[in-house]
């Protein structure tokens, strides 16, 4: 045979054969695949008839659980429904038992009402004879009776109404004083003055060259700085610092302190001291303003007023400090209004913003009660406060009895024994030099200097001087007085005109 033939029908041979064998493997393959996939399909209905069941048996016993609790519900509705049943029926029982009693009452109110009116007309019907019987009336009957007993016990009803009158201003008076002695007892606190003038002590006589400097420009260059007046050779020892302003005297009494403590002494750290000094003694005012109304027990004033109010630490009257005397003041007023029964708070806030005015009043025109006045309303302050506070010289009416109390805890602090620095020789002759001054005035009939001096009454011929005139007369006292007279605060001066007509009956 030819060979070639013999390799081709081989290779067709073989071709056959291995195409025939692939085929059989991927019929057997197959065959396994879907048997696989049969058994899986078998297993998930197996599982998922299994979930089914479970399904179903859950289902039932949670049924079942309901089922349960149903009844235990419908058992506790059913007990809870019998009680009100029967608190039902309380309740209507006991409604019929006040609609009965209800009833009753009724009917006693209708027949006590009756029984009224018949008494009324029983009443009124003897009235009526007794007045046929009397010839008089009711009231005619009554003022006849008033008249005969009061001409009889007249006399008895005079002197009983004398001696309560007598009792009573007694008992007010012993009242009174007991009061006031009770509370200047209570506070009894120590007196200090203080003047114009502060001293400052130094180590040697050396530093006094230092502070005047050379030429004198270093005590010129404090001076013109501070606005006050340094005496160095006042007294050994010592520097003296004078002003009439607290404040500024004791910025420079703080800043000298420093200098000499620091030992340059010249013009550029003068300035410096100064100016640190003016922001010290800022703070000492606003822990000096919050100190005070801590010791009174008052909370609610706004922070500038309390800042103002420190400012009287370093302010004096008659060399009385002013924020001591004042917080004295809040003290005394306190104990008489709770002795009075006042409103304490009130009282004792008017009595320690007082004076708030003092501290201002270098800046600002008008009297220390109007500048007071108008600085409280600036920052809100209680009108009632305002109220008690601006009456304590009597330059207006006392309108409540927290004004009065004020007023009265002024004249005990100010009246205690060296309390202001002010002797008798030199309070009876300004006293008498203000009077002699407006008793030269054309048309003065009597002049009388009171309140302290704080004011002074002139009485006029009302034929010599007129109304008008009165008012002119007024003004050049004023004047006169202001370019006179040396006095701490102001002197009201009132004109008093009046013309009385008298005559005789014979």
């Known amino acids: ?97 006040l609609d009965d009693r209800n009833k009753r009452i009724e009917d006693e109110i209708k027949e006590i009402e ?12 003897r009235r ?40 009573l201003e007694e008992s007010l008076k012993d009242r009174a004083k007991d009061i006031l002695a009770t509370t200047i007892q209570r506070l009894a606190t120590p007196t200090t ?49 004078s002003s009439f302003d607290p404040i500024r005297r004791a910025t420079a009494v703080h800043a000298l302190e420093n200098l000499i403590k620091d030992g340059r002494i010249q013009p550029a750290k003068i300035e410096e001291e100064l100016e640190k000094s003016k922001l010290a003694i800022h703070e000492i005012i606003k822990e000096k303003g919050s100190q005070a109304v801590f010791e009174c027990g008052i909370y609610n004033l706004d922070p500038r007023i309390i800042s103002i109010l420190g400012r009287l630490h370093f302010r004096t009257s ?18 008489l209004a709770s002795e009075l029964g006042a409103d304490v708070y009130i009282a004792k806030a008017g009595a320690l913003v007082h004076d708030i005015g003092k501290a201002l009043d270098h800046e600002f025109e008008g009297t220390h009660i109007d500048i007071g006045i108008k600085v409280l309303r600036r920052f809100n302050a209680d009108e009632r ?63 009388y200097a009171i309140s302290a001096g704080r004011e002074i009454r002139i009485f006029v011929h009302p034929e010599n001087v007129s109304d008008l005139e009165s008012k002119i007369l007024a003004r050049n006292i004023a004047v006169n007085i202001e370019n006179e007279l040396r006095y701490p605060g102001q002197i009201k001066v009132t004109i008093i005109r009046e013309t009385r007509v008298t005559d005789y009956a014979r």
């Open 193 to 241: 003055t203080e003047l114009s003038m502060s001293s400052v002590a130094i180590p040697n006589e050396d530093l006094k060259g230092k502070i005047i400097g050379k030429e004198g420009r270093n005590i010129r260059a404090f001076e013109r700085f501070s606005g006050v007046e340094l005496l160095v050779d006042e007294s050994p020892g010592y520097i003296v610092v």
């Open 128 to 167: 009526t004879i007794l007045e046929k019987m009397s010839g008089y009336s009711k009231q005619e009957a009554f003022d006849q009776l008033i008249k005969e007993i009061e001409s009889e016990f007249a006399e008895d009803l005079n002197v009983r109404m004398h001696k309560l009158e007598n009792y």
């Open 385 to 447: 406060i305002i109220t008690a506070m601006k009456s304590h010289h009597d330059d207006c009416t006392h309108e409540t009895i927290e004004a009065v109390i004020v007023q009265t805890a002024d004249i005990i602090s100010g009246g205690r024994p060296g309390a202001r620095r002010d002797t008798a020789e030199a309070y009876l002759k300004r006293l008498k030099d203000l009077e002699n001054l407006a008793s030269r005035m054309h048309g003065v009939e009597k002049v």
């Open 1 to 97: 045979m030819n060979p070639i033939l013999l390799s081709i029908g081989m290779l067709l041979v073989g071709g056959i054969v291995g195409y025939s064998i692939r085929a059989v493997i991927f019929i057997l393959r197959k065959n396994s695949v879907e048997l696989s996939i049969s058994e899986k399909l078998l297993h998930a209905r197996e599982q998922a008839q299994k979930i089914v069941d479970d399904a179903h048996k859950k289902q039932e016993s949670l049924f079942s659980e309901i089922k349960e609790k149903q009844k235990i519900e419908e058992v506790g509705f059913k007990i809870t429904e019998d009680r009100l049943v029967k608190k039902e029926s309380i309740l209507d029982n006991r409604q019929r038992e």
């Open 114 to 125: 009756e029984k009224d009116r018949l008494s009324n007309e029983l009443l009124e019907e």
């Open 318 to 335: 008659y060399g009385q400090n002013v924020l001591q005397h004042s917080i004295e003041m809040a003290h005394i007023a306190e104990m």
